[in-house]
């Protein structure tokens, strides 16, 4: 049996225990509300919750993959990991290539995109800030946002993204099926997150061939290499994230030099058939 996400890989690996399934593999694509920002009040306590159903879960699970050596690093300084277990840290999930195929860049306005759910922890409030800033700025630049509202905790209200809208300093597109065409009309692609697992958009947006700016945090440091195709900034820092755009703006010839080095890594780290490759091997399945 092989589980991913909180849910499945706590309950779900805990029943295949009881039912004597013979091999079971939990995959940790990330750590989320509960391990992210501050641990007071409901955080800390839906963390103390969390830490117990993973250490009892766990200890039944033959393998463990994580996407990014920090949350394993957590997980051991918890005392969350079996010492029986094969434990493993894999490039994400990986991106298809092939359906996120390179695409030339439109430079004409620079577009920045960010693509994520409506979550305080995903950076979307620095994100609109730095947009705010930059608008007052440039006239030649546009600032979109995609992405659905979330009822998590930490989920921000339909208003505050309308205000920002009506403002006129972002434009937001809501949740979308298919996020290529919004990837391929941007010219660099922003995802000022907190922390993730490894985050899919941004190997998405450099499949196609995008410069990145993320944030030196965990599961997103790990995409970017700093000035090569991309820049990284520190969490919740609307004033780094300003000054990491405007590179882009003063120097527009980044935007192609860059993205076409995140392709290259892409293919060469991400690829979906080799971050497999390496999970059946572990697992032991040719």
Same mark, same amino acid.
């Given at each position: 049996?092989?589980?991913?996400?909180?849910?499945?890989?706590?309950? /779900?690996? &805990?029943?295949?225990?009881? $039912?004597?399934?013979?091999?079971?593999?939990?995959?940790?694509?990330?750590? *989320?509300?509960?391990?992210?920002?501050?641990?007071?009040?409901?955080?800390?306590?839906?963390?103390?919750?969390? $830490?117990? &159903?993973?250490?009892?879960?766990?200890?039944?699970? %033959? $393998?463990?993959?994580?996407?990014?050596?920090?949350?394993?690093?957590?997980?051991?300084? +918890?005392?969350?990991?079996?010492?029986?277990?094969?434990?493993?840290?894999?490039? *994400?999930?990986?991106?298809?290539?092939?359906?996120?195929a390179p695409q030339p860049v439109n430079p004409d306005p620079l577009?920045?995109?960010?693509?994520?759910?409506?979550?305080?922890?995903?950076?979307?409030?620095?994100?609109?800030?730095?947009?705010?800033?930059?608008?007052?700025?440039?006239?030649?630049?546009?600032? %979109?946002?995609?992405? *659905? +509202?979330?009822?998590?905790?930490?989920?921000?209200?339909?208003?505050?993204?309308?205000?920002?809208?009506?403002?006129?300093?972002?434009?937001?597109?809501?949740?979308? /099926?298919?996020?290529?065409?919004?990837?391929?009309? $941007?010219?660099?692609?922003?995802?000022?997150?907190?922390?993730?697992?490894?985050?899919?958009?941004?190997?998405?947006?450099?499949?196609?061939?995008?410069?990145?700016?993320?944030?030196?945090?965990?599961?997103?440091?790990?995409?970017?290499?700093? *000035?090569?195709?991309?820049?990284?900034?520190?969490?919740?820092?609307?004033?780094?994230?300003?000054?990491?755009?405007?590179?882009?703006? %003063?120097?527009?010839? +980044?935007?192609?030099?860059?993205?076409?080095?995140?392709?290259?890594?892409?293919?060469?780290?991400?690829?979906? %058939?080799?971050?497999? &490759?390496s999970m059946f091997k572990a697992m032991g399945i040719d």
């Amino acid at each position: 049996m092989f589980s991913y996400t909180i849910k499945p890989v706590i309950w /779900g690996t &805990l029943v295949a225990a009881s $039912c004597k399934v013979p091999k079971r593999v939990a995959l940790i694509t990330g750590l *989320g509300y509960a391990f992210t920002g501050e641990a007071k009040g409901k955080r800390k306590l839906i963390k103390g919750i969390a $830490c117990n &159903l993973y250490r009892q879960s766990l200890r039944w699970a %033959h $393998c463990i993959f994580f996407q990014n050596p920090d949350d394993k690093a957590d997980f051991e300084t +918890l005392g969350l990991l079996p010492s029986n277990s094969l434990i493993k840290v894999v490039n *994400g999930s990986g991106v298809d290539t092939n359906r996120f195929a390179p695409q030339p860049v439109n430079p004409d306005p620079l577009k920045f995109l960010m693509i994520a759910r409506l979550l305080a922890d995903k950076g979307v409030r620095e994100y609109a800030a730095a947009a705010k800033v930059l608008q007052d700025k440039y006239s030649n630049v546009e600032f %979109h946002l995609v992405g *659905g +509202l979330d009822p998590n905790p930490v989920g921000l209200q339909k208003d505050e993204i309308l205000e920002w809208v009506e403002n006129g300093f972002l434009k937001w597109w809501g949740a979308q /099926g298919d996020v290529r065409p919004f990837i391929t009309d $941007c010219s660099v692609y922003v995802l000022p997150s907190y922390r993730e697992g490894t985050p899919r958009t941004v190997l998405e947006a450099m499949a196609i061939g995008r410069a990145v700016i993320t944030t030196d945090a965990p599961g997103c440091r790990e995409t970017v290499y700093e *000035g090569d195709n991309g820049f990284l900034v520190p969490v919740r820092s609307v004033n780094r994230l300003v000054i990491a755009m405007e590179k882009f703006i %003063h120097s527009p010839e +980044l935007i192609e030099s860059m993205g076409s080095r995140s392709r290259e890594i892409v293919v060469e780290k991400y690829d979906v %058939h080799k971050v497999n &490759l390496s999970m059946f091997k572990a697992m032991g399945i040719d």
